[in-house]
T-cell receptor, first 110, second 112 residues
Framework: DAKTTQPNSMESNEEEPVHLPCNHS???????IHWYRQLPSQGPEYVIH???SNVNNRMASLAIAEDRKSSTLILHRATLRDAAVYYC???????????FGTGTSLTVIP | DAGITQSPRHKVTETGTPVTLRCHQT?????MYWYRQDPGHGLRLIHY???????DKGEVSDGYSVSRSKTEDFLLTLESATSSQTSVYFC???????????FGQGTRLTVV
């Protein structure tokens, strides 16, 4: 199984950018990098995913290192609603499995 | 919402009894997954399915079995529940590689 490593917790001030790092040194060439977030008492929610190139959507940006052994989720302006646990996940193309790490708990300070 | 319904949402059962959790989807997604979430462990994959009657084990499959007789339903069975299986269980679905996964709201199972 492919695991990721993330800091247990991070803090950010409201309306400031947040950079959430993830290490995935065991990634293989066909694994996609996904990010999900989970609010209390809810199921995880999709944020963004990519393979090699940096990706942007309305929620966030994903920066992928050239060697693909790490990635960074960027929230451009943190809001109180962004407080959640953020999971970096490797999506194995073979079998299409999703393996979660322990995630980063993001606290947004007003 | 992606049309994923988990039932029941809460259940308390006694040690040694069989328990079946149901995941129902209306999205016609090929892939379905069962995870458990415990404090300090994030979500761990129990079993997954890549089509009707096609299933495989995940990382914590001991004590669990699954069945998928229809595209829309994925059942997780605890043959003889133990206290270590007290957890929150999440179902997820996915259309295919390079697409997002959708998660249900979870089932809180307590084994006493």
């Amino acid at each position: 199984d492919a695991k990721t490593t993330q800091p247990n917790s991070m803090e950010s001030n409201e309306e400031e950018p947040v950079h959430l790092p993830c290490n995935h040194s065991t990634i293989s060439g066909t694994d996609y990098i996904h990010w999900y977030r989970q609010l209390p008492s809810q199921g995880p929610e999709y944020v963004i995913h990519g393979l090699t190139s940096n990706v942007n959507n309305r929620m966030a940006s994903l920066a992928i290192a050239e060697d693909r052994k790490s990635s960074t989720l960027i929230l451009h302006r943190a809001t109180l609603r962004d407080a959640a646990v953020y999971y970096c996940i490797l999506n194995k193309r073979t079998g299409n499995q999703f393996y979660f790490g322990t995630g980063t708990s993001l606290t947004v300070i007003p | 919402d992606a049309g994923i319904t988990q039932s029941p949402r809460h259940k308390v059962t006694e040690t040694g009894t069989p328990v079946t959790l149901r995941c129902h989807q209306t999205e016609n997604h090929r892939y379905m997954y069962w995870y458990r979430q415990d404090p300090g462990h994030g979500l761990r994959l129990i079993h997954y399915s890549y089509g009707v009657k096609d299933t495989d084990k995940g990382e914590v499959s001991d004590g669990y079995s699954v069945s998928r007789s229809k595209t829309e339903d994925f059942l997780l069975t605890l043959e003889s529940a133990t206290s270590s299986q007290t957890s929150v269980y999440f179902c997820a679905t996915n259309l295919g590689t390079n697409t997002e996964a959708f998660f249900g709201q979870g089932t809180r199972l307590t084994v006493v």
